[in-house]
């Protein structure tokens, strides 16, 4: 399973109608609303802000919505598109301004669904890890043997903090994290413990 990296955007006018398909990362349907409601305050003169999300970690949950458009020519072919992408935890709306010509139902299912496609194109995308939060106090000397064992893993936002001691706190893969947890305990003699 892949998770967007990023926000991402495409473009596409069809008979003089405007498509503006936008990609968002998101985590929750909480999020999904409110990027939604964003959506609508941020193109207020916009006929439609029609919607296809996907998330949580096994894609479970989904939603969309035509916003207007007839009936199954939107969201459908929209979230469709976004179940076949093997992506989770990310939300597409297609903002549509209309341009005095209609397209027809398979007009509306081929340029909604082609917006997906082609903001997913245009989107970055990494492998979904599950984490574990994790956080150390070290001192300076312990420092250097902690940062060394810390090259072999992947760690996703690591802060420091330098004061008496030093704290580490970051993400790792829940994979790694006894591993991790037993070198760095090994390499300093049991001193400095990986918390969760």
């Known amino acids: ?3 967007p990296k990023e926000y991402a955007f495409n473009e ?3 008979k003089g109608s405007r498509f503006l398909s936008e990609l968002f990362p998101v985590s929750s ?3 999904v609303r409110e990027k939604i409601k964003a959506q609508k305050q941020k193109y207020p003169d916009a006929t439609h802000v029609c ?3 996907i998330c949580g970690k096994n894609a479970e949950i989904m939603g969309m919505s035509d916003d207007g458009e007839p009936g199954g020519t939107a969201g459908r072919p929209m979230l469709d598109v976004l179940k076949g992408s093997g992506a989770t935890n990310l939300l597409v709306t297609i903002t ?3 341009g005095g010509t209609l397209l027809g139902t398979g007009g509306l299912v081929h340029a909604y669904g082609d917006g997906v496609k082609n903001v997913l194109a245009a989107a970055e995308f990494e492998e979904l890890v599950e984490k574990s939060d994790f956080s150390l106090l070290c001192d300076y000397q312990q420092y250097q043997i902690v940062k ?3 090259e072999n893993f992947t760690l996703y936002d690591t802060t420091e903090e330098f004061g008496e001691k030093i704290q580490i706190k970051g993400a790792i893969a829940i994979s790694d994290f006894e591993t991790l947890t037993q070198r760095v305990f090994d390499a300093t003699n049991g001193k400095v413990k990986v918390e969760s």
């Open 1 to 3: 399973m892949k998770i």
């Open 12 to 14: 596409q006018i069809i």
């Open 29 to 31: 349907q909480n999020e």
């Open 51 to 53: 919607h296809a999300f």
């Open 96 to 98: 549509r301004w209309f």
């Open 148 to 150: 060394k064992i810390f």
